[in-house]
T-cell receptor, first 114, second 110 residues
Framework: SQTIHQWPATLVQPVGSPLSLECTVE??????LYWYRQAAGRGLQLLFY??????ISSEVPQNLSASRPQDRQFILSSKKLLLSDSGFYLC?????????????FGEGSWLTVV | TQLLEQSPQFLSIQEGENLTVYCNSS?????LQWYRQEPGEGPVLLVT?????EVKKLKRLTFQFGDARKDSSLHITAAQPGDTGLYLC??????????FGKGTKLSVKP
């Protein structure tokens, strides 16, 4: 069966510090991978998606970036965090990016920028 | 732009009561998914509906996809405290993406 893990689960970082959140998927090949952010009281905002190694699409311009160095690894990074980067970050995967395809989420990572 | 509106935003009920939450759009979706999310965790898929008019049951939960595939509802019978959580609907967008509603936050008090 397929599993998805992301870490760290909780992170408190000062403004201006770097960020690295990591996500791995097991049990499937060539998944589509996603990073979402969920701010308090708001819906899920798609940040990045990837259909293959080295292929990253950004949905929202910001000071975050994503990389996919391996087929089942997706990394969310920032060189300098802002207060507004605080939120709950979710990694997710799907079999393909066809219309309506179901996606499956990781456990989430709480980021607090202070 | 395809949007999904969920209502109500918040719902607080007593154990044993029934409830319905709604997911509406002016756009047609090829499919629609419902997720439940507990605080501090990722959303967990409950069901996917793909056919207009389709009804799916998952124990005390009944999901319906509208005939025109523009809306969906989730009905919970005899709610329990374990049903507490954020219920999210998500529809398959025209560009191959998944569009999420903002969710209904349900609290079931014992």
């Amino acid at each position: 069966s397929q599993t998805i893990h992301q870490w760290p689960a909780t992170l408190v970082q000062p403004v201006g510090s770097p960020l690295s959140l990591e996500c791995t998927v097991e049990g499937t090949s060539n998944p589509n991978l996603y990073w979402y952010r969920q701010a308090a009281g708001r819906g899920l905002q798609l940040l990045f998606y990837s259909v293959g190694i080295g292929q990253i699409s950004s949905e929202v311009p910001q000071n975050l970036s994503a990389s996919r160095p391996q087929d089942r690894q997706f990394i969310l990074s920032s060189k300098k965090l802002l207060l507004s980067d605080s939120g709950f970050y979710l990694c997710a995967w799907s079999v393909s990016r066809t219309s309506g395809n179901t996606i499956y989420f990781g456990e989430g990572s709480w980021l607090t920028v202070v | 732009t395809q949007l999904l509106e969920q209502s109500p935003q918040f719902l607080s009920i007593q154990e044993g009561e029934n409830l319905t939450v709604y997911c509406n759009s002016s756009s047609v979706f090829s499919s629609l998914q419902w997720y439940r999310q507990e605080p501090g965790e990722g959303p967990v898929l409950l069901v996917t509906v793909v056919t207009g008019g389709e009804v799916k049951k998952l124990k005390r939960l009944t999901f319906q996809f509208g005939d025109a595939r523009k809306d969906s509802s989730l009905h919970i019978t005899a709610a329990q405290p374990g049903d507490t959580g954020l219920y999210l609907c998500a529809g398959g967008g025209s560009q191959g993406n998944l569009i999420f509603g903002k969710g209904t936050k349900l609290s079931v008090k014992p």
